[in-house]
């Protein structure tokens, strides 16, 4: 997360989203637990639980990556593992999407009273808590410190200005989406 020198690699910031995340996922993993014990599906828990991992989770951390980290390293010239690195946790990315779309969905169809999609929600529940730990460990671990390497300094303090305007302007994204949900569904 740091150089010798002292210096802040970019890598630091999106390890340390890492551990929200994770703290965010074992929420998740309990709620999953609760459900095979026999609770009722919490639909206000689908809805910030969904929240989470498409905002911060998604937008906000795959975004940096996708967007600013994985662009910069595919103007290298990489290893041949770690190109295939890159192109695999963009699919996981995308497998993240489908899963939480899909519990998404199954937590709207609970609500208008669809009770089998309670077993589609625990489902989607576990297939996040299983998916996520080794997705993070695979960049915390094998990916992230290693591709530092392919950047000069100055591109690593490039980057991670890019990431502080980043999370800058994610927030007024969001809820500029917001008002204008609410006002299409108001006719304002």
Do not use: W
Request: aromatic share 8%.
């Amino acid at each position: 997360m740091v150089e010798k020198s002292g210096n802040i690699l970019p890598a630091g910031p999106l390890m340390i989203e890492h551990r929200l995340i994770e703290r965010m996922i074992a929420v998740i993993r309990k709620e999953a637990e609760h459900l095979e014990a026999g609770s009722e599906l919490n639909t206000l828990f689908i809805k910030k639980a969904v929240d989470f991992i498409r905002t911060y989770a998604d937008k906000c951390h795959h975004g940096k990556e996708e967007d600013i980290l994985f662009k910069e390293l595919l103007k290298k010239e990489l290893s041949g593992e770690h190109f295939r690195m890159v192109n695999q946790l963009i699919a996981e990315h995308k497998y993240g999407r489908k899963t939480l779309k899909e519990l998404e969905e199954a937590g709207d169809r609970y609500g208008k009273g669809d009770k089998k999609a309670k077993a589609d929600a625990l489902n989607g529940m576990k297939a996040l808590a299983a998916f996520y730990p080794n997705h993070i460990e695979k960049e915390d671990k094998h990916f992230f410190l290693p591709c530092m390497d392919y950047f000069s300094r100055e591109e690593k303090d490039n980057m991670l200005e890019e990431f502080r305007k980043f999370d800058a302007a994610l927030i007024h994204g969001k809820y500029r989406a917001v008002v204008k949900q609410m006002e299409e569904s108001r006719n304002v």
